[in-house]
């Protein structure tokens, strides 16, 4: 016998008593019914329960107690049922019902089956599962109908589950998607950077993970659109999940899209103007000193004919006087580069494959032609370049936009940007499109302002280009196949040790 309950040494009587207490004492309800279901024993809980006494229901059947009562085979079915919980409606002597999970186990008195069942009263339990059940409703039916795209994946990038809205978004059907990584949503460009974000996530937090970021999302089928992407962190016990919400922003990156093309294109066309105001009065300035420098030579040769020892010293003031006119002509000179270079100098050390990810997805905005397919090959842990963010993405922005309306009637339509350490000095990035190539009016001046070919073009996108990586100390050039395509370099130098100071001051 179990040694927890020593019978041994024990009268009848006495191991008796003491089974009669444990069955009064238990805190749950026993009931033991014969094969039949007919009640034999009904324990002091199983009073309280169902308000009946013991007397009550000797010899009645089990059935008895419940509003729903299940066929008795199906409880006492050995091996199956046995054992295994049954949630049913308690019904008590009053009328009133209550939920209970009833357990039944079996055996046998002599040759007699017996079976004994315990009865817990699960209100509590139920109550608190239909509040959990009621909050998961809510919540589902946030997540299902709001106007938001969820994903939510776990850490190594499965989605696990993803909305109304992001089947609508991206085009596939949830099985589609389900258990797969999280990256088939992003066009190449964007997969290697994400793997990175997803690398350098913080831990443990439970806010939004960084503010949003606008990254391109991939359709089934290849089409590009810009979004908006924002990632929280859930963790459940031990694992970690992560939720990002996902707004398409094509129509607002759009028009604010064309606002910055337009002041742009304004910007510098006032810039040429005034350029052509300033140099009319610079021709005017110049004239002076060259006029000068003329007047003090030629005075000099004429001063020399009268011999060289006695003319040394004029012949030496006059070249002074004229070296000195030649230095303020310089002096103008710069002064107009300085004027048409005139710009806020926001340079510090920055990302270049970050800088890139964001202007690829301000190009590919609201354009007809913008299905293409992009490749990307980002070098690695590329070191920071020294640039104004902004100038570069216009860079980034024309290229791209030009490949794209370039390719726009091209059978095969591939963009492939990559980047990588040019020298130990320069990061080179590289934009090559599979379009018809440069037409051949154009290839000898294509840098050259209001060359184009296109009948609403302005010809200045690739001057400005080329003003603004030279502004940097690099380079841009291009190279053509025709009909395979062009491709674009262009380098930038590489911030210094230091670079990252003197732009905070
Ligand atoms: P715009 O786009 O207004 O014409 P740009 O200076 O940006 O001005 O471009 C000048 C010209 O260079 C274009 O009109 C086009 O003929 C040519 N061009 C630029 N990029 C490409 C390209 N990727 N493929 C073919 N031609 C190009």
Not at 70 to 79: F, Y
Not at 170 to 185: A, H, I, P, R
Not at 267 to 272: A, D, G, N
Not at 416 to 430: D, H, I, K, P, Q
Request: net charge negative; with cysteine; aromatic share 4%.
């Amino acid at each position: 016998m179990d040694p927890l309950w020593q019978t041994a040494g024990l009268s009848a009587d006495e191991a008796c008593a003491r089974l009669d207490l444990l069955v009064a004492i238990v805190p749950s309800g026993i009931v033991v019914i014969d094969a039949a279901g007919g009640i034999e024993l009904f324990n002091p809980m199983c009073e309280r329960l169902f308000g009946y006494t013991a007397a009550e229901m000797a010899g009645r059947n089990l059935a008895a107690l419940f509003a729903d009562p299940p066929p008795l085979a199906e409880l006492l079915r050995p091996h199956s049922a046995l054992g295994l919980p049954h949630d049913l409606t308690g019904r008590r002597k009053d009328g009133r019902v209550f939920p209970l999970r009833l357990t039944m186990g079996g055996g046998a008195l002599g040759a007699k089956p017996i079976y004994v069942g315990t009865i817990l009263d699960i209100t509590a339990q139920k109550e608190v599962e239909n509040t959990l059940r009621e909050r998961e409703e809510k919540l589902t039916s946030v997540f299902e109908t709001g106007p938001d795209a969820i994903i939510i994946f776990n850490e190594q990038g499965a989605i696990e589950s993803l909305n109304a809205a992001a089947v609508w978004l991206f085009g596939y059907l949830e099985s589609e998607v389900l258990g797969q990584d999280v990256k088939m949503l992003m066009p190449a460009l964007h997969r290697e950077l994400h793997d990175g974000f997803l690398a350098h996530r913080p831990t443990g937090e439970k806010r939004i993970i960084g503010i949003a970021r606008v990254v391109m999302g991939q359709r089934r089928g290849g089409d590009t659109f810009p979004m908006e992407l924002n990632v929280g962190e859930i963790r459940i016990g031990e694992r970690r999940l992560f939720t990002g919400f996902i707004r398409d922003i094509s129509e607002r990156l759009g028009a604010e899209r064309r606002l910055q093309d337009l002041q742009a294109e304004l910007l510098h066309v006032s810039r040429l103007t005034d350029m052509g105001q300033m140099s009319s009065a610079l021709a005017h300035e110049l004239n002076q000193p060259l006029t000068a420098i003329a007047n003090y030579t030629k005075a000099a040769r004429r001063t020399l004919d009268q011999g060289v020892e006695a003319s040394r010293d004029k012949v030496q003031e006059l070249l002074d006087k004229a070296a000195g006119q030649a230095l303020r002509a310089g002096q103008i000179i710069r002064r107009l580069r300085d004027f048409i270079e005139k710009r806020e100098d926001n340079r510090a050390p920055e990302d270049v494959n970050k800088i890139i990810e964001e202007a690829m997805a301000l190009a590919f905005v609201g354009a007809a032609e913008a299905s293409a397919t992009v490749t990307a090959k980002l070098g690695a842990n590329l070191p920071k370049v020294l640039i104004d963010k902004i100038q570069v993405q216009q860079v980034v922005l024309n290229l791209v936009r030009n490949a794209l309306e370039a390719m726009a009637s091209s059978p095969r339509r591939e963009l492939c940007v990559s980047t990588a350490l040019e020298n130990e000095r320069f990061v080179e990035v590289v934009i090559a499109d599979s379009g018809p190539g440069l037409a051949e009016e154009v290839v000898a001046k294509l840098f050259q302002p209001f060359v184009t070919t296109k009948h609403d073009g302005m010809g200045i996108g690739l001057s400005i280009c080329r003003s603004i990586v030279d502004a940097h100390g690099g380079k841009l050039w291009a190279t053509s196949r025709p009909g395979e395509g062009v491709t674009f370099h262009f380098q930038l130098p590489i911030a210094q040790s230091g670079d990252e100071e003197k732009a905070r001051r």
